[in-house]
């Protein structure tokens, strides 16, 4: 689709070190991008994060545990985030706070570089994703039960599965999605050859 176009070429506006500080991330450990999507897709996505994030600081790796984590909110899809524990975040940050759509040369530096200074893009299902792959950053996702209908109920999901040599990693449980977390932090040169071949 042509509104994916002005991705390709794009370069950030920040170094990691003046993004991370820009926005309140530790600049010395790796960051995680979580890409929130459409209330159709996801109505209650903050309940989802909160279980996300628990999961993520339990992981056994120290890398995956200690990582930066940056919550990045829909526009169009409003969370309760004031009953969101960002104290449990521990080196996170919902950022930026009311979501912003990135139509503007400002917004979409900002988008871009959120994706560019993070080392993988997790989602539910969301156009960001595909973005992200263009960036050249690892996707992944997580099956959720509850959005069984909007992740693989929807056609165009299943051409992005990595097991159809598309760019995103599906896992089962938090628990599995936790562990390949820690091969995307190890990722190969192989692994950036196929995101690179299926965004080709």
Request: hydrophobic letters at 35%.
């Amino acid at each position: 689709a042509p509104v994916y176009d002005q991705w390709f070429a794009r370069r950030p506006s920040t170094t990691r070190e003046e993004f991370c500080r820009k926005v309140g991330l530790p600049a010395d450990k790796p960051s995680f991008l979580y890409l929130c999507s459409s209330q159709f897709i996801a109505p209650d996505e903050s309940d989802f994060i909160d279980k996300w994030v628990r999961a993520v600081r339990q992981a056994p790796d120290p890398r995956v545990r200690q990582a930066g984590i940056l919550i990045r909110p829909h526009p169009e899809n409003l969370q309760p985030w004031q009953r969101f524990d960002f104290s449990e975040l521990h080196d996170g940050v919902l950022w930026p706070r009311g979501g912003a759509n990135p139509v503007d040369q400002g917004s979409k530096n900002d988008y871009f570089d959120s994706m560019y200074h993070s080392v993988v893009a997790v989602g539910i299902n969301t156009s960001a994703q595909i973005e992200s792959g263009i960036v050249g950053r690892p996707v992944f996702s997580i099956r959720v039960p509850e959005y069984a209908g909007t992740q693989e109920g929807t056609l165009h999901f299943h051409y992005l599965l990595n097991e159809n040599g598309g760019l995103l990693h599906m896992a089962n449980t938090l628990d599995e999605h936790v562990q390949s977390l820690v091969r995307a932090v190890d990722r190969s040169e192989e692994d950036d050859r196929k995101l690179h071949s299926f965004v080709e």
